[in-house]
C-alpha cells in the first residue's frame, strides 16, 4: 500500500510543477502570493525556532546534571 502511494505522489516533473504554479496563480492571484509566502516564511521560522528550543529543553537537564553531580567540589577549608 505504501509503495502505491508513493508511486502516486512520486516524482513531480517540470510539466507538473507547470501545471500546478498555474493553478496557484488562478485561485490566488499574483497579488496574494507574496502575502502567502510571508505567511508561509514565519510559519517555516516559527516552526524551527520551536525546534531550537526543544532542543535546548532535552540538552538542559544532561547539562545540568553534569554540574550538579561531578564538578561541584565540596568546601571542607570553613571551620
Known sequence: MLNTILLLFGTFGTGEIIIIVFVVLLLFGGKKIPELMKGLGKGVRSFKQGMNEI??????PADDEKAS???V???????
Not at 532542543?55 to 538542559?60: C, M, W
Not at 567540589?73 to 571551620?79: A, I, L, Q, V
Request: net charge negative; charged share 55%; glycine share 6%.
Open 55 to 60: 532542543e535546548e529543553e532535552i540538552k538542559k
Open 69 to 71: 553531580t561531578g564538578n
Open 73 to 79: 567540589m565540596p568546601d571542607n577549608d570553613k571551620k
